[in-house]
């Protein structure tokens, strides 16, 4: 049942209650950056050392883990016995809960998150190619320094943009946003299922499924391990490898995402 104005006040009384912190949660989040860009940049002497690759690993790393955290901040009221009542008891239908929760966590953060990374990284990339082009014009003449210079000259700069890469890394990156998306559901439903030390639980519970399961997902795709989220569909065998990995990737985080949906009924219920 979905009632759009009960929807836009339940939105409005989380974001009352949970907008500082998610402001404040981004906020951090900035400051983290830079102080990796700091160390990759051995303190900012080396700001050239900040081109699009190190760019891309940062926004990939940062989100894989920023992302699993916030997931598991909406429903951490439950942990607490009296504001998990308030949270449960909320005049809205668990349609409307879960949709809101899926809203904030797997549609709302990835944008926040892109907009708070450029904050950093759209200076700092300035700041990298201009550090490359001094020292190509310091180095670019000199005999011994000629293969350094080259080398910086073939590396690519400017600040990093999802999606803007072409059409293999909008790939790469759909295949990223996919499976955080799955994992953040699993924290979701880790939150809605153990009822103390949610967070310790649910830790242990995602080491133990992905010991068991991802070599498992590698023998049957037949992928290494280490690039078993990066298989495409180009380089899959015709027949039920290739619609195996378009389950992985599409049936599995709808999957888990029902699985909270049902988790967060029951909790409602008991």
């Known amino acids: 049942m979905f009632e759009p104005r009960r929807f836009l006040r339940l939105a409005a009384v989380h974001w009352a209650e949970h907008g500082r912190s998610i402001l404040w949660f981004l906020g951090i989040g900035i400051a983290v950056h830079v102080c990796v860009w700091l160390l990759l940049t051995q303190g900012g002497g080396s700001r050239e050392q900040y081109s699009r690759d190190a760019q891309v690993f940062v926004y990939m790393a940062g989100y894989m883990l920023t992302g699993l955290l916030f997931a598991g901040r909406h429903f951490a009221a439950l942990s607490e016995r009296g504001a998990g009542l308030t949270l449960l008891m909320r005049p809205a239908s668990t349609f409307e809960k879960f949709l809101l929760a899926f809203l904030m966590v797997a549609v709302f953060y990835p944008l926040a ?42 590396r690519d700069y400017g600040p990093y943009l999802p ?13 990223l946003w996919l499976g955080v998306i799955a994992m953040q ?8 299922y153990f009822r103390r030390l ?4 649910t830790l242990v519970a ?11 997902l590698s023998m049957l795709t037949g992928a290494s391990i280490d690039r078993l989220f990066l298989y495409r569909l180009e380089s899959a ?3 039920w490898p290739r619609a195996w990995i378009v389950t992985l990737w599409v049936g599995m985080p709808a999957l888990f995402w029902a699985s909270a949906f049902f988790f967060l ?4 219920l008991s």
């Open 198 to 201: 949610a967070w310790l639980k």
């Open 185 to 192: 559901a699993l924290v979701v439903v880790g939150t809605l």
């Open 113 to 154: 998150y892109t907009l708070a990374f450029q904050v950093c990284n759209v200076p700092a990339a300035l700041l990298g190619e201009a550090a490359r082009d001094a020292m190509l014009a310091v180095r670019g003449g000199g005999t011994g320094d000629a293969p350094v210079a080259a080398y910086m000259a073939m």
């Open 163 to 175: 999606l803007g890469g072409g059409r293999g890394a909008a790939a790469g990156e759909a295949n």
């Open 265 to 268: 009924r029951e909790r409602e």
């Open 206 to 216: 995602l080491f133990v499924l992905l010991v068991l399961v991802v070599p498992l």
């Open 237 to 239: 065998a015709p027949g």
